[in-house]
Structures are given as C-alpha cells and as structure tokens.
C-alpha cells in the first residue's frame, strides 16, 4: 500500500477498511425489470456504478443466496 513521506499512510486512507464488508441491500419489488447494478447505484449512492459492475463480475454480489451472473441481469 502506497505510504505518505512520513511513512504513514495517508489519512483518507486510513479510514477505509483493508478488507470490504459484507452488506445486505434490500431492494423492494416495485424495481422488478430494472438491470441490476442500476438498481444497487440508486440504493449504494456513494458506489459508482462502475465499481458495482466490477463487483458483480467479480461473483461478489448475491441475488437471494445465489452469485449474480451479469451487472445487466433483470430483477425479478
């Protein structure tokens, strides 16, 4: 991890966890046929929708216990 000329690393950094926690997201069912990374960036506004694809295609995102197969896939 890059570190300041201090040594330490930078103060914006210090505050992000080094390991991502999990989170549930509960998404109500009125968002049926919406893609679903559109539907996580307007309920996760501080993730960018980018990042939320990334995560998906990564397998890190769960519908209902099972991976996630596309940042475009439908909810149901």
């Not at 103060?11 to 991502?20: C, S």
């Not at 926690?21 to 968002?31: C, H, K, L």
């Amino acid at each position: 991890m890059a570190k300041g000329p201090d040594g330490e690393r930078p103060r914006w950094r210090k505050a992000m966890p080094d390991k991502p926690q999990p989170m549930i997201v509960a998404i109500a069912a009125d968002a049926a046929g919406e893609r679903l990374d559109k539907a996580l960036a307007r309920h996760l506004g501080h993730v960018s929708r980018a990042r939320l694809q990334a995560a998906i295609g990564a397998g890190s995102v769960t519908i209902d216990g099972r991976v996630a197969r596309s940042a475009a896939q439908r909810l149901a």
